[in-house]
């Protein structure tokens, strides 16, 4: 039973091109982190959000975490190829806690 | 931010033979690191929860006789795999917990012949 369903898992799209990509589950987490991670590397943390209804924003990355903090999105604008990559979100029930993850989108965007 | 450093990168070895992983916290103690498993284009499989000064808890599936786990110190833990074969050549990454959020280490590819 997949505890954090990621959505969607492939996503190809042109330069330019918005996309939300969204992680959703049953369960209420203490915290939501949203990694990217690049081929042959470790995933690199991006936003930590931890209040329900929360959202942050990293340059054109917006991220939002769900008034029940069940659930979180991530909408990037305008992509660009260096956007390409791996994304991974991952609920927390504890601080400190093991990390659930979501399938993953693998995005790429062509210019 | 918080660095976690992997040791090695990668590793080719032989069937049969025993492969240590060092996973390090570079900048900060970590009392918790956790070590995965990850298959390309596929996200990240939990294998085992590294307590410093206790034994690893391990995840449902997860051999804990194949998958030595050593966690020290406050700054490092070891994974060993032990007696590899080529069905254990996969990406290991380890992570520690700090604050909120937890951060990776760049990964080890392990490549069994």
């Known amino acids: 039973t997949q505890l954090l369903e990621q959505s969607p898992q492939f996503l190809s799209i042109q330069e330019g091109e918005n996309l939300t990509v969204y992680c959703n589950s049953s369960?209420?987490?203490?915290?939501l982190q949203w990694y990217r991670q690049e081929p042959g590397e470790g995933p690199v943390l991006l936003v930590t959000?931890?209040?329900?209804?929360e959202v942050k924003k990293l340059k054109r990355l917006t991220f939002q975490f769900g008034d029940a903090r069940k659930d979180s999105s991530l909408h990037i604008t305008a992509a660009q190829p260096g956007d390409t990559g791996l994304y991974l979100c991952a609920g927390a029930r504890s601080q400190g806690g093991k990390l659930i993850f979501g399938q993953g989108t693998e995005l790429s965007v062509k210019p | 931010g918080a660095v976690v450093s992997q040791h090695p990168s990668w590793v080719i070895c032989k069937s049969g033979t025993s492969v240590k992983i060092e996973c390090r916290s570079l900048?900060?103690?970590?009392?918790?690191m956790f070590w995965y498993r990850q298959f390309p284009k596929q996200s990240l499989m939990l294998m085992a929860t590294?307590?410093?000064?206790?034994?690893?808890?391990?995840e449902q599936g997860v051999e804990k006789d194949k998958f030595l786990i050593n966690h020290a110190s406050l700054t490092l833990s070891t994974l060993t795999v032990t007696s590899a074969h080529p069905e254990d050549s996969s990406f290991y990454i380890c992570?520690?917990?700090?604050?909120?959020?937890?951060?990776f280490g760049p990964g080890t590819r392990l490549t069994v012949l």
């Open positions: 900048d900060f103690q970590a009392t918790t």
């Open positions: 959000v931890v209040t329900g209804g």
């Open positions: 992570s520690a917990s700090w604050g909120l959020a937890q951060f």
């Open positions: 590294s307590n410093e000064g206790s034994k690893a808890t391990y």
């Open positions: 369960s209420v987490f203490s915290s």
